[in-house]
């Protein structure tokens, strides 16, 4: 069975500092991995992905992702963050199925930014 | 702007009435999902469709009924709902092959009276 935990249900910042947010997994085969963000009463939007082609994984908004094996780890980060960047952030492991994929997601981690 | 389309985006019903949600999607996705979310929650996955087949349902009441009209149409019909089944409906759709992300709408806000 595939989990994942993210440390920390609220994170706050201050406008342009390093945003940190923790995701470890947990996966009896090489994992899919995915950082989703939701802002208030819309959609999850796809942030970016680890697909095992590269352990440095770039994406939307100046978010990136590191996946370290060793660690069982796919930490976000974003090396200033912007007052826009206040939202609810989901990690995700993806259970690949014939036909469809079913996502495990973490109970989510909400960012606060302030002035 | 997402390419999954849902309406409506805001619905209110009492527990006797009938509705239906709506989604859709032009990316040539093959795979659909329903997911049920409360809030400060995680998505909860509902109903997989996959070619137009149910192939996942998480032990979902019947008063939530899926269809799949076809490859880019994804129903939910509601019916005799509890005011706990308020919540947001989201749906996704993602490719048969590939990595397994799935691409959401923007969900319709569900409320039960």
Not at chain 1, 46 to 64: D, P, R
Not at chain 1, 75 to 86: E, Q
Not at chain 2, 81 to 107: M, N, T, V
Request: proline content about 5%; aromatic content about 10%; charged content about 15%.
């Amino acid at each position: 069975a595939q989990s994942v935990t993210q440390l920390g249900s609220h994170v706050s910042v201050s406008e342009g500092a390093l945003v940190l947010l923790r995701c470890n997994y947990s996966s009896s085969v090489p994992p899919y991995l995915f950082w989703y963000v939701q802002y208030p009463n819309q959609g999850l939007q796809l942030l970016l992905k680890y697909t095992s082609a590269a352990t440095l994984v770039k994406g939307i908004n100046g978010f990136e992702a590191e996946f370290k094996k060793s660690e069982t780890s796919f930490h976000l980060t974003k090396p200033s963050a912007h007052m826009s960047d206040a939202a609810e952030y989901f990690c995700a492991v993806s259970a690949r199925r014939t036909g469809y994929s079913t996502l495990t997601f973490g109970k989510g981690t909400m960012l606060l930014v302030s002035p | 702007d997402t390419e999954v389309t849902q309406t409506p985006k805001h619905l209110v019903m009492g527990m006797t009435n009938k509705k239906s949600l709506k989604c859709e999607q032009h990316m040539g996705h093959r795979a659909m999902y329903w997911y049920k979310q409360k809030a400060k929650k995680p998505p909860e996955l509902m109903f997989v469709y996959s070619y137009e087949k149910l192939s996942i349902n998480e032990s979902v009441p019947s008063r939530f009924s899926p269809e799949c009209p076809n490859s880019s149409l994804l129903n939910l019909h509601l019916h005799a709902l509890q005011p706990e089944d308020s919540a947001l409906y989201l749906c996704a759709s993602s490719q048969i092959d590939g990595a397994g992300e799935l691409f959401f709408g923007e969900g319709s806000r569900l409320t039960v009276l």
